[in-house]
């Protein structure tokens, strides 16, 4: 993933924020309270802000990164941006085939069959965003990339609409996202756990999903261009806000959506994004009230780092056979449970896990390892 060599704050804690927050709605030890958990459908809730977010981020490191690209040749942008693109992919794709083995009914082990893998996903959509984006930003003009941006919005409107089932297109089962993933990837390279074939990383999808990129991107410049005085940061969030009360006034024509990623969606989480960056910016830079972003910057430096641990070491625990179950659920029934059943010890296990997830961050950072793709 994209990082700052000029450290920017508010950014490094904005990100730490969105990982550990990731982690907690990723791995409930149970049941969770409904703002840990996505909207079932239409709709939208605090955890479908965490992704978006995540993408807004990436954009807006680029905005550090990408000017020291002026400096190379075109071959050479071209080379790292692509590099960058196919390792995010691809560690996404192996986070899926992981633990790339299984025992089958006589005892012996055989690989995860590739032709039942799922092929996009989490940082799937990352790189393709993230490389899709800063090709714009390296060959088109500021202008041309908000035009683009407007035109991803729109278009995935109309796609959405016409290639969807007629008056189910904004639907489970109807959108056509999913019509498109299964006739290019087919059932088996999906995500099931709607309990059927269905991607919320899509192909069709990613579309819009690129603007959050962009527009991380654009706030990152933006905010280096005038400075962080509280006008620019102001009307940062008067733009945040206004962004939210279009998004809501799209609502009823085109739902907000996470699962399909409807572009009403990416104004609603930009709108957000923008208010609580902007809101970062008044504590830290101008109220000077730090003390608390160390623990957030232990992880906002190493973001990419500490998700896939997140995701290899649940997987592992799931793995690992413990009272009739597995030690996930050995350690959840047996400790945060006994300390309040359901909710209350679902977050508690939440929290303790990201907390061993945030350990490793800060043992990266005490060694000042930083890990870039």
Same mark, same amino acid.
């Given at each position: 993933?994209?990082?700052?060599?000029?450290?920017?704050?508010?950014?490094?804690?904005?990100?730490? /924020?969105?990982?550990?927050? /990731? &982690?907690?709605?990723? *791995?409930?030890?149970? #049941?969770?309270?409904?703002?840990?958990?996505?909207?079932?459908?239409?709709?939208? *809730? #605090? *955890?479908?802000?965490?992704?978006?977010?995540?993408?807004?981020?990436?954009?807006?490191? /680029?905005?550090?990164?990408?000017? =020291?690209?002026?400096?190379?040749?075109?071959?050479?942008?071209?080379? !790292?941006?692509?590099?960058?693109?196919?390792?995010?992919?691809?560690?996404?794709?192996? $986070?899926?085939?992981?633990?790339?083995?299984?025992? *089958?009914?006589?005892?012996?082990?055989?690989?995860?069959?590739?032709?039942?893998?799922?092929?996009?996903?989490?940082?799937?959509?990352?790189?393709?965003?993230?490389?899709?984006?800063?090709?714009?930003?390296?060959?088109?003009?500021?202008?041309?990339?908000?035009?683009?941006?407007?035109?991803? $919005?729109?278009?995935?409107?109309?796609?959405?609409?016409?290639?969807?089932?007629?008056?189910?297109?904004?639907?489970?089962?109807?959108?056509?996202?999913? !019509?498109?993933?299964?006739?290019?990837?087919?059932?088996?390279?999906?995500?099931?756990?709607?309990?059927?074939?269905?991607? #919320?990383?899509?192909?069709?999808?990613?579309?819009?999903?690129?603007?959050?990129?962009?527009?991380?991107?654009?706030?990152?410049?933006?905010?280096?261009?005038?400075?962080?005085? =509280?006008?620019?940061?102001?009307?940062?969030?008067?733009?945040?806000?206004?962004?939210?009360?279009?998004?809501?006034?799209?609502?009823?024509?085109? #739902?907000?959506? !996470?699962?399909?990623?409807?572009?009403?969606?990416?104004?609603?989480?930009?709108?957000?994004?923008?208010? &609580?960056?902007?809101?970062?910016?008044?504590?830290?830079?101008?109220?000077?009230?730090?003390?608390?972003?160390?623990?957030?910057?232990?992880?906002? =430096?190493?973001?990419?780092?500490?998700?896939?641990?997140?995701?290899?070491?649940? %997987?592992?625990?799931? /793995?690992?056979?413990?009272?009739?179950?597995?030690?996930?659920?050995?350690?959840?029934?047996?400790?945060?449970?006994? &300390?309040?059943?359901?909710?209350?010890?679902?977050?508690?296990?939440?929290?303790?896990?990201?907390?061993?997830?945030?350990?490793?961050?800060?043992?990266? %950072?005490?060694?000042?390892?930083?890990?870039?793709?």
């Amino acid at each position: 993933m994209p990082q700052t060599t000029q450290r920017f704050l508010p950014l490094d804690v904005f990100r730490g /924020m969105t990982i550990c927050f /990731m &982690i907690i709605v990723n *791995t409930p030890g149970g #049941p969770s309270y409904w703002p840990l958990e996505h909207a079932a459908f239409n709709g939208f *809730t #605090p *955890t479908d802000l965490v992704f978006p977010s995540f993408l807004f981020a990436v954009g807006n490191a /680029m905005s550090f990164t990408l000017p =020291k690209y002026e400096a190379m040749g075109q071959a050479a942008v071209l080379k !790292k941006i692509l590099k960058r693109t196919a390792l995010i992919f691809l560690i996404g794709y192996l $986070l899926y085939w992981f633990p790339f083995v299984h025992q *089958t009914e006589n005892g012996s082990w055989a690989f995860n069959a590739i032709s039942h893998t799922r092929i996009l996903g989490v940082l799937q959509r990352i790189a393709l965003c993230y490389g899709i984006a800063s090709l714009m930003i390296y060959f088109c003009s500021k202008r041309t990339v908000i035009a683009l941006s407007v035109v991803f $919005l729109l278009g995935y409107w109309f796609l959405a609409w016409y290639f969807g089932d007629p008056g189910a297109q904004y639907t489970l089962h109807g959108n056509a996202d999913l !019509k498109l993933d299964r006739l290019i990837m087919g059932d088996n390279h999906l995500y099931h756990g709607e309990g059927f074939a269905f991607d #919320p990383e899509g192909i069709l999808s990613t579309i819009p999903a690129i603007v959050n990129v962009i527009a991380g991107y654009l706030t990152g410049v933006f905010i280096q261009k005038n400075g962080k005085n =509280k006008t620019a940061i102001l009307k940062m969030m008067g733009i945040g806000a206004l962004l939210v009360v279009l998004a809501w006034a799209w609502n009823p024509l085109f #739902p907000i959506n !996470k699962k399909i990623w409807t572009s009403s969606f990416v104004l609603n989480t930009v709108g957000l994004d923008l208010l &609580i960056l902007g809101f970062l910016i008044y504590v830290i830079d101008f109220w000077s009230v730090k003390g608390w972003t160390g623990f957030f910057t232990t992880v906002g =430096k190493n973001p990419l780092a500490v998700y896939i641990l997140s995701e290899l070491l649940i %997987e592992v625990l799931d /793995m690992i056979p413990a009272g009739g179950g597995s030690l996930t659920e050995w350690v959840n029934s047996h400790t945060f449970q006994l &300390i309040h059943p359901v909710e209350v010890g679902s977050l508690c296990f939440a929290i303790a896990y990201m907390l061993v997830c945030w350990s490793f961050g800060k043992f990266l %950072e005490w060694r000042n390892i930083y890990i870039r793709v």
